[in-house]
């Protein structure tokens, strides 16, 4: 071949890549509102930085006549490029070869990009479109799941691992996006389940659609296992590009600083006003963060799950910072096992990523009963305490209205090393709301009480004295628990202050092999 037949042979073969399943599969495809994996990697990173590799890397399987039908790329696109300028490396199945199928070279490709990822320190973003485990190839399909698994696992706190589900993503598969730190799904077109509607059904007799067991509302509301549901592949893939924007390039960076228009000594008068008087009614804590926040700006995570905490991303002052928030307008904000386990693994995640937890509390304790005893509220809540605790980045905690009992504990309070503990006049921080506190403390009296009126008057005199010495921050703030007692208003800057002044800080847990967190 001269030299001018051999660059020919080359963009044939490459334009044969590209085209990955075929036309006609690449239009079945786009029916059903999907991209193929190319073009969701070219709208995901900036323009012309993709490198592909591995594009011609066919399979090995003999079974099954497969030896006859080798699509080079094997299923996968695999390479790196940059979002804003940082670099990424990231995996798309290609639906439109054998399903997505993952093969032993599929895995391979996954592997070899997951390796320099970790080499080079950059985030990994896998696209999942895929029918599961290489049917043909049988248990080297299923080695090569647990060798990403692996990998996944080692990764996990060095860099972030990213995965956006745009298809189908059922049986072991699901566990290499479940060890990764964030998990997007598409309404309508995606689906995660460790068994399918027909075994469910053969199984345990539940009929049961694929959406309702395991489609994104589902995921991103009941089980919490996705981060993020979206409406389409294109929202998709530009939350992930704003995601990255708040998190650092590896374990050992810090995230990076943008510039803010945003004057960080801004005052916001509507937030002396923003705490109803009377206790008991609610407000929407997002509006407070919104407030408080660079521009306004907020990304949540987990917007539909456990909606009585709050978790997601902001800056302030420039700075990226993962927010801890009680949600008064759910619940109360009470915590119970599903708010305490998306907390505590926001903290890890932060703490992991060296992302300052600002936290903002109003919590009226932990939720009582049998259901939440029996689901495990103490192993759940201890994961939250514990996450806090070991948590060694920036803390910076504002206890906004209710702080009381073991939730007062919990939530990032001084002893559990917060940095700057700031209290709002209207905050109360104590053992137990009052009613709950006078009915313990005299409830020998109370029941001597026959008359209902006279109780009545009694419990509420008595409670009326228990606020006067609690219901506020300042008994808190006496013992130095509470650094300071703030003006609402001027959160904002108290708070980028404190992150300021931390931005140097230096603190190291004990050596351990690893902690034994309470799982
Ligand atoms: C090989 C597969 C495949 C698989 C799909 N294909 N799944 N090839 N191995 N696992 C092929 C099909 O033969 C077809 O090839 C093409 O991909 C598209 O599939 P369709 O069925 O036409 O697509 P659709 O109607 O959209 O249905 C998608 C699907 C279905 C629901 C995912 O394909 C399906 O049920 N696949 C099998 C899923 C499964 O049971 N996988 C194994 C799970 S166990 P042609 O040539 O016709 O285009 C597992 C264990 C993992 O994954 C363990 C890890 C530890």
Not at 416 to 428: H, I, K, M
Request: aromatic share 8%; proline share 4%; hydrophobic share 40%.
């Amino acid at each position: 071949m001269s030299t001018t037949e051999k660059l020919i042979d080359l963009i044939e073969r490459r334009s044969k890549a590209k085209l990955g399943g075929g036309e006609k599969r690449i239009e079945k495809q786009h029916q059903q509102g999907k991209m193929t994996a190319r073009e969701r990697i070219e709208l995901l990173l900036d323009e012309g930085s993709f490198e592909e590799l591995d594009m011609f890397v066919t399979h090995r399987c003999v079974n099954f006549k497969m030896e006859q039908s080798k699509v080079p790329g094997d299923g996968v696109v695999t390479g790196h490029g940059t979002i804003d300028g940082r670099v990424v490396y990231v995996y798309a199945q290609d639906f439109t070869v054998f399903g997505g199928s993952l093969s032993e070279t599929m895995a391979q490709k996954i592997c070899k990009i997951m390796d320099m990822a970790m080499k080079v320190g950059a985030p990994v973003i896998g696209i999942n479109d895929s029918g599961g485990a290489r049917i043909q190839e049988g248990v080297t399909s299923l080695a090569g799941y647990a060798e990403i698994f692996e990998r996944n696992i080692l990764a996990s706190g060095v860099i972030p691992q990213i995965s956006a589900i745009f298809g189908p993503c059922a049986g072991g598969a699901v566990y290499s996006p479940a060890l990764t730190d964030f998990i997007m799904m598409t309404e309508d077109t995606s689906y995660m389940f460790v068994t399918g509607p027909k075994v469910v059904k053969t199984v345990t007799g539940e009929e049961i659609s694929v959406e309702n067991l395991g489609g994104a509302d589902v995921h991103a509301s009941k089980s919490g296992v996705a981060h993020f549901k979206v409406k389409d592949e294109q929202e998709g893939l530009l939350l992930i590009r704003k995601l990255i924007s708040y998190l650092p390039q590896n374990n050992l960076e810090e995230p990076p600083l943008m510039q803010t228009n945003d004057s960080i000594d801004r005052i916001d008068d509507v937030l002396n006003e923003i705490v109803p008087d009377n206790p008991n009614l609610p407000y929407n804590i997002k509006d407070i963060i919104f407030t408080i926040a660079d521009e306004g700006e907020f990304l949540e995570l987990h917007r539909n799950y456990a909606k009585n905490i709050v978790t997601g991303f902001c800056r302030l002052g420039g700075m990226s910072v993962g927010v801890v928030a009680n949600q008064p307008n759910y619940l109360a904000g009470v915590l119970d096992c599903n708010a305490s386990r998306k907390a505590a693994r926001f903290v890890q995640m932060c703490d992991a990523f060296n992302i300052p937890i600002l936290t903002l509390v109003d919590v009226p304790g932990f939720l009582p009963g049998s259901g939440q005893e029996y689901a495990g509220i103490i192993i759940h809540g201890a994961k939250l305490l514990f996450a806090y605790g070991e948590a060694t980045v920036p803390k910076v905690t504002v206890t906004l209205r209710k702080s009381y009992g073991g939730a007062h504990d919990v939530m990032s309070c001084k002893q559990l090393r917060g940095d700057f503990n700031y209290a709002w006049p209207s905050a109360e921080i104590a053992v137990m709301g009052a009613k709950g506190a006078i009915e313990v403390l005299e409830s020998k009296h109370i029941n001597n009480i026959k008359d209902e009126k006279e109780r009545r008057e009694f419990i509420n005199k008595k409670a009326d004295e228990y606020e006067k010495i609690f219901a506020n921050p300042y008994q808190a703030a006496s013992f130095g628990y509470i650094d300071d007692v703030i003006e609402p208003r001027n959160t904002r800057f108290r708070v980028i202050r404190a992150f300021q002044t931390l931005q140097t800080k230096k603190l190291v847990n004990p050596p351990k092999k690893h902690s034994n967190i309470p799982l």
